[in-house]
């Protein structure tokens, strides 16, 4: 595993941090001796994530709420002060046919994976550009790129999380870099509650590398990014797919 001293102390927002994926950052950067606030809506979860991991701060919010978003960065400002990094993660999917979307299921999905990446963008913009430094970090993903069938409202999400991402990019440097790393297929509980094991074996039998990503190996992306390795990796997409997209 690769070893970042300069991410030890820095003060790190991760959304979505209760599973998954996040889960999975939250416990590298844990393992860095970073100052981590796990944010996700499922307080049961985070209490969890509480008692494994002392000193994490846990701030149980729905990241499509403005004020809730809100008070939770306050809670970090009088914690530490501003973050220096944002993985905005945060993310839900619905397996349907395009006809068969209902309105409140387009909104619940826009809300959490596109309204949630600007609302805790903008809180963490705006402490950062203070600080005169920050990196934002987004969970997109290859349906941002591509058009997965019955995932229409998904993949308008990961697309717009795309864009959202460059543009922050093109309006904050030098001081303050954006990225989005994209990943295809990872086993996540998000990921079998909708795919049958003949389903996952199926995907796995159509990738290059035969298998599904461990979250692990995204999270240790983020940690690329967030270091300062990637001083000069701004607006970038970084694609992390066993090879689905070639």
């Known amino acids: 595993m690769a070893q970042y001293p300069e ?16 889960s999975a950052v939250l416990e590298r950067f844990f393992r860095a001796g970073a100052r981590v606030a796990a944010l996700d809506r499922d307080g049961a979860a985070l209490a969890k994530v509480a008692q494994r991991y002392p000193g994490v701060l846990p701030l ?35 397996r349907h046919r395009f006809e068969e979307i ?16 600007f609302l805790t963008s903008r809180e963490a913009v705006r ?6 430094q920050g990196r934002i970090l987004l969970t997109a993903s290859t349906n941002g790129y591509h058009g997965h069938a019955n995932y229409a ?6 697309a717009g999380v795309i864009l959202l991402m460059k543009t922050l990019a093109a309006e904050y440097a030098p001081h303050i870099l954006a990225n989005a790393v994209c990943p295809g297929y990872v086993l996540t509980p998000m990921q079998r509650r909708e ?7 199926a995907v796995n039998q159509s990738l290059p590398l035969k298998r599904h990503a461990d979250p692990d190996e995204v999270a240790g992306l983020f940690m690329f990014l967030a270091s300062d390795e990637a001083c000069y990796i701004t607006g970038q997409c970084l694609t992390i797919d066993g090879g689905e997209t070639i």
């Open 7 to 22: 991410l030890h102390e820095r003060r790190v927002v991760i959304t979505g941090a209760a599973s998954g994926i996040g």
């Open 60 to 94: 149980q919010a729905d990241v499509s709420c403005e004020s809730e978003v809100q008070a939770a960065f306050r809670r970090v400002d009088e914690a530490w002060g501003g973050p220096d990094i944002l993985i905005a993660n945060a993310g839900i999917s619905l």
């Open 102 to 117: 209902t309105l409140d299921e387009w909104n619940a999905v826009l809300g959490v994976n596109l309204t949630g990446a």
């Open 127 to 132: 402490r950062m550009q203070v600080q005169g």
């Open 153 to 158: 409202d998904y993949n308008a999400s990961k």
């Open 195 to 201: 795919y049958t094991d003949e389903m996952l074996e």
